[in-house]
């Protein structure tokens, strides 16, 4: 029996979670955690909102499957690394912020990270077992959001309710707006390089419309592999919750005679400036990404408000990162204040921004 604390129950990847963990009868919810939502009898142990790590004190959790959205993640993230507990991760900006206090506690911790992005779930899945100087490069793949095809100019005015309409995920508005904007393939990008130790200049993005193939890896001799499935997210949920088993679920498998369309192209990083920027801050490194991520967090939840045109997400990322030194930090507590002072910036220049 594993035990497992979800944190982040009531949301997309929440849901989808007990939805697994109900099916197999090796998987226990041991304790379960909301931001706001009351949750009381979802679990023997339950929290709503606060220091997460403290219900996982209490828990002392097999799993930890963290699906907070956001940097609200990262102390749970941490925790979990740091004493060796598996952990599935969900919660890409915990690892796009503090990517390198991440690895050195889960170097230190000696457990397993297993992601839960559909993307990283595929990747982990392809390079298990292959040795490092095998691996040419890793390719992510994006679906392009509700714009896909929409050139600069024809972003402008565009609302929420356009950009939630994602066409083949079901997702949070947090990452449905990131996915519109590929700020998402930005932030999992970076995911990538933290979580596979490959550097940026080996791992491309490219735009694949019907979200097929997750993700290919290019081998030194020619050969690539890719991994296909539907897009649903309970395939990597359930592949990381129940690693290395891979166990049964009721989802329907590929059905190739009723024809699939694998198509593929590069990703139009003019009218999508987000992917760019992600790639420039992993690239700076340090703080970079966490000034980014909180950039992004900030100009989201605007643009979720209907005050920043979609277009000024990028501004105020851009501007954030180019006001900010984005020192190298030792500890969560120097990371937090970082984290701060860049939603401080942001929120300036937003207002800036606003309608
Ligand atoms: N949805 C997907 O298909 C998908 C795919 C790949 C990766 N991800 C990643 O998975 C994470 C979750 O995404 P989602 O789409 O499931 O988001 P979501 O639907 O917005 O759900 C977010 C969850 O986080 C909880 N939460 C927010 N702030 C919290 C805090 N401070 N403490 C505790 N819980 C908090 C929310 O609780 P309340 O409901 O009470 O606010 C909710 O349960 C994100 O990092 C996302 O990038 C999602």
Known sequence: MKRIALLGATGSIGRQALEIIEEHPGLELVAAASGTQEIDGLAPLTQVGGDLTDLLERAEPDVVLNAVVGFAGLPATLWALERGVDLALANKESL???????????????GRLLPVDSEHSAAFQLLEGAEPETVDSLVLTASGGPFRGRGLGELADVTSSEALAHPTWSMGPKITVDSATLMNKGLELIEAHYLFELPYDRIEVVVH?????????????????????????????????????????SIEPLDLAAGLILEFRAPDLDAFPC?????????????????????NEVAVAAFLDGELPFLSIAGVVEQTLAQIDCPPVTDLAELTAIDAQARRVASARTRELVH
């Open 96 to 110: 796009v912020s503090g990517g390198d206090l991440a690895v050195a506690a889960w170097k230190r911790g000696g």
């Open 275 to 295: 992917l760019a920027l992600a790639r420039a801050a992993g690239e700076a490194g340090d703080t970079a990404p966490c000034v980014l991520n909180a950039a």
């Open 209 to 249: 419309p019907t979200s097929v193939v997750h993700a290919l890896v290019r081998f030194r001799d020619g050969a690539s592999l890719a991994h296909l499935g539907y897009p649903d997210m309970r395939v990597p949920i359930s592949y990381a919750l129940t690693y290395p088993e891979r166990a049964a679920t």
